[in-house]
Nanobody, 125 residues
Framework: QVQLVESGGGLVQAGGSLRLSCAAS????????MGWFRQAPGEQREMVAT???????TYTDSVKGRFTISRDNAKNTIHLQMDSLKPEDTAVYYC???????????????????WGQGTQVTVSS
């Protein structure tokens, strides 16, 4: 069974830093694009940063220059280094994997749109 597990959220003062991690587990053969999304109370979920299997990254404008996404394909993990945090960064952060190819017994499987359970990031002013 494939799943995504996040870690690293918490409470930090404005201007501080946090590092989020997401690990995909299971008999994984490949993962396409992975990324981080966030959802603040009363708001829609928004893309924060994504990284393709080839290393191409995309950021939402509000985090450019402050957040850095990285990926380790061998370990099926991604990280989000968040610096110069602002109160408006407060949200639940979710890890996402677009397409995962995996082994189930002796058969290949492919699934889309996997999500982690979410981790709370709170930035105090």
């Amino acid at each position: 069974q494939v799943q995504l597990v996040e870690s690293g959220g918490g409470l930090v003062q404005a201007g501080g830093s946090l590092r989020l991690s997401c690990a995909a587990s299971g008999r994984i053969l490949s993962i396409s694009t992975m990324g981080w999304f966030r959802q603040a109370p009363g708001e829609q979920r928004e893309m924060v940063a994504t990284v393709t299997s080839g290393g191409t990254v995309t950021y939402t404008d509000s985090v450019k220059g402050r957040f850095t996404i990285s990926r380790d394909n061998a370990k099926n993990t991604i990280h989000l280094q968040m610096d110069s945090l602002k109160p408006e960064d407060t949200a639940v952060y979710y890890c996402n994997a677009d397409t995962i190819t995996f082994l189930e017994g002796t058969l290949y499987g492919r699934g889309r749109d996997y999500w982690g359970q979410g981790t709370q990031v709170t930035v105090s002013s």
